[in-house]
């Protein structure tokens, strides 16, 4: 009995010691399904991405830089970097994906459902009655030609 206590004990100091070596995991950004599929239905017309910047600008440069590079005056105030809206990773999120993680946030990323107008059926699962959220997207999405320069 003395043995198996002993043993137990090694194995729990063990198990402390070599976990705190472990680099810690980032909780996941989780994106339900019904978003993952959703399309924007705004075109993205020069109208629409003139808009969304101007919404861009008053709600994510900040944080994420004119340039979307995630470098905005806020940014060095984060726990951690804020996306960079160049990067092909980010840009090959759907559509739906973008709109849930704008309106919904996720740790240091606010979500902005009740400060971007034209909010109340985005957060039902859709794209919503206005064209907001789409422009906003819409202007999003420029920063994949401008990485190409």
């Known amino acids: ?14 198990s402390t010691t070599t976990t705190s070596f472990i680099p810690r995991q ?3 950004w989780k994106v339900p399904e019904k978003y993952k599929k959703l399309k924007n ?8 991405v003139k808009f969304g910047g101007e919404l861009y ?7 994420h830089g004119m340039n979307g ?4 005056r806020r940014s060095d ?8 809206f160049t990067s092909d990773a980010f840009q090959q999120q759907s559509d739906g994906e973008l709109l849930y ?11 902005f459902k009740k400060k971007i107008p034209g909010n109340e059926d985005v957060i039902g699962g ?16 420029t920063y994949a030609k401008k990485s190409q320069h």
């Open 69 to 72: 590079k995630g470098a905005g």
């Open 101 to 111: 993680k704008i309106y919904f946030g996720h740790k240091d990323m606010p979500g």
């Open 41 to 48: 239905p705004v075109v993205p017309d020069e109208a629409s």
């Open 26 to 28: 980032e909780d996941p």
């Open 57 to 63: 600008e008053s709600y994510c440069s900040s944080c």
């Open 77 to 84: 105030k984060l726990d951690a970097k804020p996306t960079d």
């Open 126 to 141: 859709t794209f919503g009655k206005t064209r907001v959220p789409g422009d906003l997207i819409n202007y999003i999405r």
């Open 1 to 14: 009995m003395k043995r198996l206590l002993i043993l137990l004990g090694v194995a729990a100091a063990l």
